[in-house]
């Protein structure tokens, strides 16, 4: 199964250098900076009324939450100790790219993020 490259590109800075991954079979055509944020935040479960669930790539954690979610490694940790204590929420899973690309062959709903590869983008997000 061939994964899905949803690029997006804010005019800004924000995800400029990140690519969103999705499966071939996601039904995503499209999705937002603020989209993005809330859900690796655990803040939502569905982008456009679908099911959706955040893997974290080892490889750009850091740089993908200090541009894309405006927080700092501290920051992150301080906001996820606050909500599993609420017992709101629970992080995104944590995993290399190759743990991330067996997952997402077996189950659609996976969406994950990468350094930019520039050159191919299937969809362009304005």
Known sequence: ?????????????????FEVLVSSNSK?????????ADLF????????????IPLDNKKCYRDFYKKVVHKNTKQLRDYWIREMYKGNRVPPRK???QQIKLLMKKNNNYITYSYSSKGKTVFKIH
């Not at 199964?1 to 924000?14: C, D, E, H, R, V």
């Not at 995503?28 to 993005?36: D, M, P």
């Not at 935040?41 to 959706?52: A, E, H, N, P, S």
């Open 1 to 17: 199964m061939k994964l899905l490259l949803l690029w997006i590109s804010f005019g800004y800075l924000a995800l400029a250098d």
């Open 28 to 36: 995503l055509k499209h999705v937002s900076a603020k989209e993005i």
């Open 41 to 52: 935040l655990g803040k939502t479960t569905k982008i456009q009324g679908y099911r959706v």
């Open 95 to 97: 995993l290399s790219e």
